[in-house]
């Protein structure tokens, strides 16, 4: 029987990947001249970063010696999760008042 641990770190393992496939879908949907007008990457280079990111969480592991390549993935989905969508979402919707 594995213990809590290697069971907490295998669905977090898991949990990765729906992470980086829906902010590579999310990245795919947005329009191109949103993400110019955030002062951000282009959306080709976002698709590169968030698709790149989620071949990463879903070809290594968390648990082996390709974990680097596992963080670096999931860093760089997070990053597009936590600082560009938000900004993506504001700017599209544009002024509420």
Known sequence: MPSLAIIIVRIIDWA???????AFVHALLQRADAFTAIDRMTKPA?????????????????YDFTMMFWIAGLVAVLVYIVDVRPRLIEVQRGNRW
Not at 16 to 22: D, G, N, Q, R, W
Not at 46 to 62: P, S
């Open 16 to 22: 990765a990947i729906p992470v980086a496939v829906f």
């Open 46 to 62: 976002w698709l590169g970063v968030t698709g790149g990111g989620a071949a990463a969480v879903a070809l290594f592991r968390f």
